[in-house]
């Protein structure tokens, strides 16, 4: 009798209902802002159809037992000495602060200059063996509530060359909105900001919820790192809080999410105040 009980928790652990329909016999872990605690509070476990899969893109296997990621862009001190735009660099660490992979822009001086945020670019995300396991592409899209029809978009490719997810934003006249999408652009998950960006001298999140909106799943925030961090240099922070059996995919595609976010919201120095 023991062993049935068993089974049918296990059964009800991943429940079988579409995205942004809450099963709301369950409970979840929702991470605090502060990196490494966690608060536990009554709510849905996310929906099974973007829990971790059978199949991991190589090199992501280290992303499944993660449900905090770190962010931390790279100074460029000539970049400072100079106030020219220089590519972004990103270190991407564990709850302990260990690095588990490498973010390197590549674009031209010329995006960089006249484009400023809104230019074309990849970035190449290697392990600490040096293999490159994921790559973002972000063509040069519009990033203005005047322009709905030519938004940010992100391609995530796992490994280099299979395209896995999409990001892409969403129109509002006020709130930054997000769509996580699968391989075929199907809305899988949304990430919601807030109506301003510029933190207050404190934490920026966005939450990632359901389709619906009804279930928060987890958030990225955009930690604040200090008065003259943030006035002087482009170095920004990001934590992703997350499940940590959330695919994958969707882990990545988070991480891309954290760049886009850095670009639009947080490139110049002052805004990240």
């Not at 862009?73 to 564990?94: P, R």
């Not at 391609?155 to 006020?174: L, M």
Request: aromatic share 10%; charged share 20%.
């Amino acid at each position: 009798m023991a062993s049935e009980d068993t089974q049918n928790q296990k059964g009800r652990s991943l429940p079988h209902f579409l995205p942004g329909i809450p099963d709301t016999d369950q409970s979840c872990i929702i991470p605090s802002s502060n990196p490494g605690s966690q608060v536990r509070q009554q709510g849905p476990h996310p929906p099974r159809s973007f829990l971790t899969t059978v199949s991991v893109p190589p090199g992501l296997e280290y992303l499944s037992q993660l449900d905090l990621i770190i962010i931390h862009q790279q100074v460029e001190l000539l970049g400072v000495i100079l106030g020219t735009e220089t590519s972004n660099k990103y270190e991407i660490k564990n709850s302990l602060g260990q690095r588990i992979y490498f973010a390197v822009e590549e674009s031209i001086c010329f995006n960089r200059t006249f484009c400023s945020t809104l230019r074309s670019c990849t970035l190449k995300i290697t392990d600490n063996s040096g293999r490159e396991v994921i790559t973002v592409n972000r063509p040069l899209r519009c990033n203005s509530c005047w322009c709905p029809c030519y938004l940010q978009e992100l391609e995530i490719q796992a490994p280099p060359g299979t395209t896995v997810a999409y990001v892409a934003q969403k129109w509002h006249p006020f709130q930054p909105k997000f769509t996580i999408q699968n391989a075929n652009k199907e809305d899988i998950l949304k990430i919601v900001g807030p109506c301003a960006t510029c933190g207050c001298f404190g934490d920026v999140d966005f939450e990632v919820k359901t389709i619906n909106e009804k279930l928060t799943v987890g958030k990225i925030s955009k930690y604040w790192s200090g008065f003259v961090n943030n006035v002087f240099t482009n170095a920004d922070n990001f934590g992703i809080h997350v499940p940590a059996d959330l695919d994958v995919t969707v882990k990545a595609a988070m991480i891309g999410a954290c760049f886009l976010f850095d670009f639009m919201f947080f490139e110049h120095s002052l805004a990240g105040l």
